[in-house]
C-alpha cells in the first residue's frame, strides 16, 4: 500500500496570506489528523476528520480550518498567516477503531517570511 | 499542549550499547504508543501498548507502562547508527478522544559508529 502523501513538502509565504496544505491518506483509512510540529510548542493535535466529518479539535484559533472529502483526502487551510505559523505540519491517517497506531506522511514544512 | 515531558531530552550512545527513553504523562490514558523521527521526516509507529498492558516486546524493543506513576519507558537493544533519530511517547487520553494523539517533548538519540 502506499503510504500517506502530502503535498506540497515545501511552501514559503508571506505574513497575511493564506496557505492551503494537501493529504492524502492509506487506501481504506477513513480518520485524517493534522499535528504542527515546532521547535518551542512541540507536535500539537490540530483537528482529525473522519468520513467528511470534524470529530475531534485541538486548541488552535479560527484561522486554522479543514475538510475532508468524500475520497477521504482531505486538506488544511490556515488564513491570515502569521510568523508563528511556521512549522512541520504532520498529517495522519488510521482505521476508524480507536486506539490504533498513526500512519504519517513526512509533512509540509511551511516557512513564513 | 503537551501531555508530559521525556527524558533525557538528549542521549548520545556507542552502537550495540542499549538506550533507555523515559516519558511521563498526566491525564488518564486508553493507550501509549512510541514513535520514531528521522531527521525532516514524518512519525513512524514503533509500538503500542494498551493501559492494561504493563510490558511489551517487538524485536529489539521493549515497553513498559506504569498507569500508578503516570509513566514508560522504551528500551532499544543493541543499538545501530540507524537508530540515530527523535523518540516521541504519544498517549491518547480517555478524556480528549482516541485519535487525538499527545505527545511529550521527545529524545533525540545519537548512535555513535
Known amino acids: 500500500k502506499a503510504g500517506v502523501t502530502q503535498t506540497p513538502r515545501y511552501l514559503i509565504k508571506t505574513r497575511g496570506q493564506q496557505v492551503t496544505l494537501s493529504c492524502s491518506p492509506i487506501?481504506?483509512?477513513?480518520?485524517v489528523s493534522w499535528y504542527q510540529q515546532t521547535p518551542g510548542q512541540g507536535l500539537q493535535f490540530l483537528f482529525e476528520y473522519f468520513s467528511e466529518t470534524q470529530r475531534n479539535k485541538g486548541n488552535f484559533p479560527g484561522r486554522f480550518s479543514g475538510r475532508q472529502f468524500s475520497n477521504s483526502r482531505s486538506e488544511m487551510n490556515v488564513s491570515t498567516l502569521e510568523l508563528g505559523d511556521s512549522a512541520l505540519y504532520l498529517c495522519?491517517?488510521?482505521?476508524?477503531?480507536?486506539?490504533?497506531?498513526?500512519?504519517f506522511g513526512d509533512g509540509t514544512r511551511l516557512s513564513i517570511l | 499542549s503537551q501531555q508530559g515531558e521525556e527524558d533525557p531530552q538528549a542521549l548520545s550512545i556507542q552502537e550495540g550499547e542499549n538506550a533507555t527513553m523515559n516519558c511521563s504523562y498526566k491525564t488518564s490514558i486508553n493507550n501509549l504508543q512510541w514513535y520514531r523521527q528521522n531527521s525532516g521526516r514524518g512519525l513512524v509507529h514503533l509500538i503500542l501498548i494498551r493501559s492494561n498492558e504493563r510490558e511489551k516486546h517487538s524485536g529489539r524493543l521493549r515497553v513498559t507502562l506504569d498507569t500508578s506513576k503516570k509513566s514508560s519507558s522504551l528500551l532499544i537493544t543493541a543499538s545501530r547508527a540507524a537508530d540515530t533519530a527523535s523518540y516521541f511517547c504519544?498517549?491518547?487520553?480517555?478524556?480528549?478522544?482516541?485519535?487525538?494523539?499527545?505527545f511529550g517533548s521527545g529524545t533525540r538519540l545519537q548512535v555513535q559508529p
Open positions: 495522519a491517517s488510521s482505521s476508524d477503531s480507536g486506539g490504533r497506531p498513526q500512519h
Open positions: 487506501s481504506g483509512h477513513r480518520s
Open positions: 504519544a498517549t491518547d487520553g480517555t478524556d480528549t478522544g482516541r485519535r487525538a494523539l499527545t
